[in-house]
């Protein structure tokens, strides 16, 4: 008997944290007691108070109200990214499946070539050629993860394709765009789901090591892996610059990563209640 993802604490865990975070995200602007990108001299590198509850950065900003900027930014940078894995890695794996043939060995070995690169690797070769933005952060690494994603959900297509009711479905005269829309892709909604749900944790990972870099939200956008970047030359001094930016991605990470576990077992006929 599965087990009830509702009455899973991990599951509720994670999805109350994550919630958190990203209500945070969306209300940050109209909470944050400051102003972000606003520089204040006299409040040079100050230690969490009553006043800064996270401290500030190196030119006075206050880093709560970067903290709530950057979680919006990180966040939309991370979705929107996944929305285009999503979206071409599910057409490209759901018909290179059902057409099979020439057609899918060739889609595969484009795909196995894509992934025989680190996806940062190939996220970072994209945004050398677009040049470093936010926008096209969120870009790279949408297409950096097609491949894997692609591959993933060409494996499941092949298992809805080869049922009766698709050979009936195609007999009756449906049309293969009917069958594909819907059939199998109705039918792989659960693994949608998981392998989505991961590969949001992966697009966070991803933002914040191209802000890390300088390839990302360019400064003084308030951004998780940029906020990063600029706190690794004060770990002696202010350990709070890198220490709050680097919790939050670990937690949302974290979050994510055992939500998308959950999801996995919940929607997996083999696994058993414990």
Not at 112 to 138: F, R, W
Not at 163 to 189: C, D, L, Q
Request: glycine share 8%; hydrophobic share 50%.
């Amino acid at each position: 008997m599965k087990q009830d993802i509702l009455k899973s604490k991990a599951a509720k865990i994670s999805f109350c944290v994550l919630l958190v975070i990203v209500l945070l995200g969306i209300i940050g602007p109209w909470i944050a007691p400051y102003n972000p990108t606003e520089s204040n001299f006299d409040k040079f590198l100050q230690q969490p108070s009553m006043e800064n509850p996270l401290g500030t950065d190196a030119i006075g900003r206050d880093l709560l109200s970067r903290m709530l900027y950057g979680a919006r930014e990180t966040l939309m940078v991370a979705v929107m990214s996944v929305f285009i894995t999503f979206f071409l890695g599910t057409l490209l794996g759901v018909t290179s499946a059902y057409i099979g043939g020439i057609f899918d060995n060739v889609m595969m070995r484009i795909m196995d070539v894509l992934l025989s690169l680190p996806g940062i690797l190939l996220a970072l070769a994209i945004v050398a050629i677009l040049g470093p933005s936010q926008i096209n952060a969120m870009i790279a690494i949408g297409i950096s993860s097609i491949p894997s994603f692609a591959r993933l959900i060409r494996s499941a297509a092949l298992t809805v394709k080869t049922s009766g009711y698709i050979e009936a479905s195609y007999a009756a005269g449906s049309s293969h765009r009917w069958i594909m829309v819907n059939h199998i892709v109705p039918n792989i909604t659960s693994v949608l789901i998981v392998y989505t749900t991961m590969f949001v944790g992966s697009a966070i990972l991803d933002t914040s090591a191209l802000g890390f870099i300088g390839m990302g939200a360019q400064p003084p956008t308030p951004e998780w892996g940029t906020m990063l970047s600029e706190g690794k030359d004060y770990l002696s001094d202010a350990w709070w610059l890198a220490t709050f930016p680097g919790l939050a991605i670990t937690v949302i990470v974290l979050t994510i990563n055992i939500l998308g576990d959950e999801l996995y077992e919940f929607f997996d006929p083999r696994s058993k209640h414990r």
